[in-house]
């Protein structure tokens, strides 16, 4: 018999399924697997005051500043028929003490469920539904506020109170239209400060901050699709100048599935630019999920009678030799070998890069059974430290035989039972099923597994909010002030012939509305366009921006330049010291950049001289390369004072 290979047994699956990276990846191998993804995508809304109390909203504090701490235990409830959420009840085996970290600013009794909700707040509900109205949704008569249980621990309540607004709408991409499912309005969760073993701790300055969240329909068929469909929600919501921006502002969570898969939530996508590998890897783990029940399905011939078969043993005693389990201190804790029959080549098999199904049960230990990482060694490590002599000696305690794979796992005497029950639970579900999970992203592309993914039996109605009415002229007056649609922005640019990869940061920061206004001063929008896309995306990168500074200034300093019949060019050495110091009188900066009123005649002045010193240089040389030596020299001085294309012209007249 061939000795088994745990990295050729990983290259050669990832090699059967077809794995492609996402640089080589084409259309045609993203119809091969039957990509299909949708979105969630989750923007603050920029109010003053939280969605159901009158805490201030936005204020967020250090995890060490908080005045307050209280801990509970969550538990799972029944919903209207009668049934439990798988999530709750996961979440409930984890046995998980939650501490929540208040602080006076940010926090009041109805944050931690011992007070009634106040009334929704009525500005938060208005940028909802303008933002509902521009997403071509359809608004429901009435608000009507349910609970949906999060048993996570990231609201106290144990509920999130959400409302839904508008329902079947659509974005138009450049190429095709995606439908939305809905839209609601929703209070913010906490904010995560650890989760390390059956403790979490969360600090709540983030927690009932007004939130809407836009559904997509999966009709994304490519992961740069579905990109360009979360930036397009993105910039809508940006559009209206009402929702927060900034570092976890804006979220999405993104759906995915393949040819044969499930729907696979990638929770809390913090960049649009993850989403691409994100989607892609996730895409491509299930389609490796389903040759894993394949090959299952071949290796293993009892599969309704499968059972893990484990053993509490003493690694000092056995001697173990990896070099991981030589470096433990097993003394708080208990060792249990398991034998998996038939998952011979199943633990290596290729999921995401750099993973394997081993990790799949890895994550679940330490989500479920709340065991740190590390928490087992395996039979068929991919990283080649699986020690032979280790598993010969595990192989002979279980009876296994040459076709099964072992996994030997620690933890505290009490996870034990937990862990068994998960490890069994995975592999049985590896036989015929992808289970429908929520998880959590990482810059490399790659996600691990958080929770099961929560369904329908969660939600329920909230019996402490009335519902609300929504009349149709209040929606019509509405729908009267609403800005351009963001496919309408992205045909305007093109009209001002702007370039297109000025497009992202425009519309990520809703400049248009004021390059409109620079426009109108009869400065070029080509140039305005590029000044902002360009010029303004540099700075930004190498100066520091005061806090005072706002785009609105930008258009005062235009406005100066154009009253004091300055040419538009010196803009550009004025914004470094704008962002700075916006402050500042427009004169002071002037002066700051040595900047000097000149004629023409002043700047042609030493063109004759500039001409004759070079041509003591190299005589030869051909007349172009003299004027643009020329212009190098002026440069400077014209800058503000004159187009420099237009000098350039004015000085090889002047040398011809």
């Known amino acids: 018999m061939q000795k088994f290979n745990p990295l050729t047994n990983y290259q050669n699956t990832r090699k059967s399924i077809g794995y492609v990276t996402r640089k080589q990846a084409t259309e045609k191998d993203y119809k091969r697997i039957g990509f299909m993804s949708g979105l969630e995508v989750h923007q603050q809304l920029k109010t003053k005051k939280k969605l159901f109390c009158h805490c201030p909203a936005g204020i967020l504090h250090n995890h060490n500043n908080f005045d307050a701490e209280i801990i509970r235990h969550m538990r799972p409830t029944l919903s209207e028929l009668g049934e439990y959420d798988g999530t709750a009840l996961m979440e409930f085996k984890t046995r998980k003490e939650i501490t929540y970290r208040l602080n006076n600013e940010s926090a009041c009794t109805y944050e931690i469920d011992d007070t009634p909700p106040f009334i929704i707040n009525k500005e938060a509900l208005e940028y909802a539904l303008e933002i509902s109205l521009l997403s071509n949704l359809n608004i429901v008569g ?58 979490r701790i969360y600090k709540t300055d983030r ?26 929600i993105r910039f809508l919501n940006r ?15 993104v759906n995915v599935s393949c040819k044969g898969g499930t729907r696979i939530e ?10 691409p590998e994100l989607s892609h890897n996730e895409a491509f783990r299930q389609w490796a999920l389903l ?29 173990l030799q990896n070099e991981l389990m030589a470096s433990m201190d097993f003394s708080d804790m208990e060792v249990y070998a398991v034998n998996l029959v038939g998952f011979l080549g199943i633990l290596s098999h290729f999921t995401q890069p750099n993973h394997c199904f081993a990790n799949e049960i890895t994550d679940r230990l ?7 990482k590390p928490n087992m060694y395996h039979s068929e490590e991919i990283d080649g430290s699986s020690v032979k002599v280790d598993f010969d000696k595990i192989k002979e305690l279980l009876h296994a035989n040459d076709d099964d794979a072992q996994i030997i796992f620690w933890g505290p005497k009490a996870d034990i039972p937990t862990a068994l029950e998960t490890i069994e639970e995975r592999c049985i579900m590896a036989f015929d099923t992808i289970p429908p999970e929520t998880r959590k992203s990482f810059k490399d592309g790659t996600t691990i597994f958080e929770r099961v993914l929560p369904g329908a039996d969660r939600m329920y109605p909230d019996t402490d909010a009335a519902p609300i009415p929504l009349p149709n002229d209040y929606i019509e007056k509405l729908d009267q002030n609403l800005p351009v649609e963001i496919y309408q922005r992205y045909e305007q640019l093109r009209s001002w012939e702007i370039p297109t990869d000025t497009d992202h940061y425009i519309l990520r920061n809703n400049l248009v509305p004021v390059i409109e206004k620079i426009v109108k001063l009869k400065i070029p ?69 040595h900047f000097k009123k000149r004629s023409l005649e002043d700047l042609l002045a030493p063109v004759n001289y500039l001409n004759e010193k070079f041509k003591e240089t190299d005589s030869k040389t051909d007349k172009s390369k003299v004027a643009n030596w020329i212009m190098g020299q002026l440069h400077m001085q014209a800058t503000g004072n004159f187009a420099l294309n237009e000098l350039k012209t004015k000085i090889e007249n002047a040398i011809k």
């Open 142 to 199: 009435e608000v009507h506020i349910t609970r949906k249980q999060y048993l996570d621990g990231s609201i106290p309540a144990g509920f999130q109170r959400t409302a839904i607004l508008g329902v079947e709408g659509h974005i138009q991409l450049k190429h095709k239209k995606v439908r939305l499912i809905q839209l609601s309005i929703e209070e913010d969760s906490c904010r995560e400060v650890s989760d390390i073993g059956h403790k």
């Open 207 to 232: 927690l009932g901050v007004p939130l809407i969240e836009t559904v997509t329909y999966p009709e994304c068929y490519t992961p740069d699709e579905l990109r360009e469909a979360a930036e397009y």
């Open 239 to 253: 559009s209206t100048g009402k929702v927060r921006t900034g570092m976890g502002a804006g979220r999405e969570d």
């Open 266 to 275: 990638i929770k809390g996508v913090a960049h649009n630019k993850w989403i």
């Open 291 to 319: 040759n894993v029940m394949k090959k299952l399905k071949k290796q293993v011939k009892n599969q309704k009678e499968w059972k893990i078969k484990s053993i509490q043993i003493d690694p000092i005693q056995l001697k």
């Open 366 to 372: 330490k989500v479920v059974a709340c065991i740190e």
């Open 525 to 593: 929008a080509k140039f305005i366009g590029t000044f902002f896309g360009h010029t303004l995306k540099y700075v930004e990168g190498k100066h520091k921006k005061h806090e005072d500074f706002k785009y609105n200034r930008i258009i005062k300093m235009f406005e100066y330049i154009q009253k004091n019949k300055l040419h538009y060019d010196i803009s550009k050495l004025m914004l470094p010291v704008l962002i700075e110091h916006p402050n500042m009188d427009f004169s002071s900066i002037l002066t700051s950049i």
